[in-house]
């Protein structure tokens, strides 16, 4: 039997009044009537509201966002709450985005190979135009026929993969490919880049040194092991383990492939950025991603307002029939 049930029975038993068993007992009369007739405060009723938001918010996204993003929608819907708040909200529904996982490293490095300096210092801030700082990275796709291989490349400015390869080996001709790619869809003068990634062996060495000499991008090396140093290409290929990998299976090779160029395609045209990034939430707010035509447009030429915001948009619509990222298949 609890305290305040207890205090009720001395008063329907022995008429013992409320106060009196409060005062002997220890305990605040206020918490006893608040167990009693139910806690109607506007506290409690907030609460009660932000967990059904949470809850809400969470179920619209499948379980993929954790407490900073939904911090984040929160806010923009007009609510003033902290990320621990939410947090807690969550903890108490059982609401678990992504369960902690044994982090596993692709980096191989070579050791006769030259290394590039760190250019950009975990400096991942928006440069102020495209065609400045570009990432990199590999992952692996596990299939039933074996594991594929994802090289992508970011442009910092807008965090839009800019270009990719899919292939069914580990190595500098992938990463080269995705960079060729890159510097397609880019126009093909794409001189003064800085192109930044791990020191993994695929990228200090062999096809990809030579595709970046030629095209006048500069190479920039994070150190070995430190994922913090890559952290931006990092993240998008952590979420799209977690919105495409952990949630699917795939067969063959083919299948793999389609899944993947079907969900990069919608990250390019995705309203909210992968990650929802925003100050609010401690990160940095990701820029809206460019036409095909800002893209190539000098970085001194701004662009212009479009007039008729109605009419159909034929420079996006010319993007998705072209596609933004153009997918190059080395297996």
Known sequence: MSVAAFITAQRAE??????????????????????????????????????????????????????????????????????????????????????????????????LARKAPDLLKRDFAPPPAVNQRWVSDLTEIPTGHGVLYLASVLDLNSRRAVGYALGAHHDSELAAAAVQVAIAVRGGDVAGVVFHTD????????????????????????????????????????????????????????????????????????????DQRNAQSGRVRARPAPSRRQELRPAASPALPREHPEEPRREEEEERGGGGCAARDLS
């Open 199 to 274: 020191q993994g062996g695929e990228f200090s060495g062999g096809e990809l040194t030579r595709v970046c000499a030629r095209a006048g991008i500069t190479q920039s090396m994070g150190r070995t092991g430190s994922a913090l140093d890559n952290a931006v290409a990092e993240s998008f290929h952590s979420t799209l383990e977690f919105e495409l990998l952990s949630r699917n299976r795939f067969a063959t090779h083919a299948e793999a492939r389609r899944a993947v160029v079907t969900w990069l395609e919608g990250v390019q045209h995705r309203p909210v950025p992968f």
């Open 14 to 111: 022995h008429g013992v009044p409320y106060a009196v068993a409060c005062r002997a007992l220890g305990v605040s009369q206020a918490w006893f009537y608040k167990w009693r007739h139910g806690d109607v405060s506007l506290r409690r009723a907030r609460r009660a509201a932000l967990d059904a938001a949470v809850a809400y918010l969470f179920r619209r996204r499948d379980g993929r966002d954790g407490s900073p993003p939904i911090t984040a929608a929160l806010r923009d819907l007009g609510w003033k709450v902290s990320k621990n708040t939410v947090a807690d909200s969550m903890r108490a529904q059982g609401l678990v985005a992504r369960p902690k996982k044994k982090r596993r490293g692709l980096t191989r490095a070579d050791k």
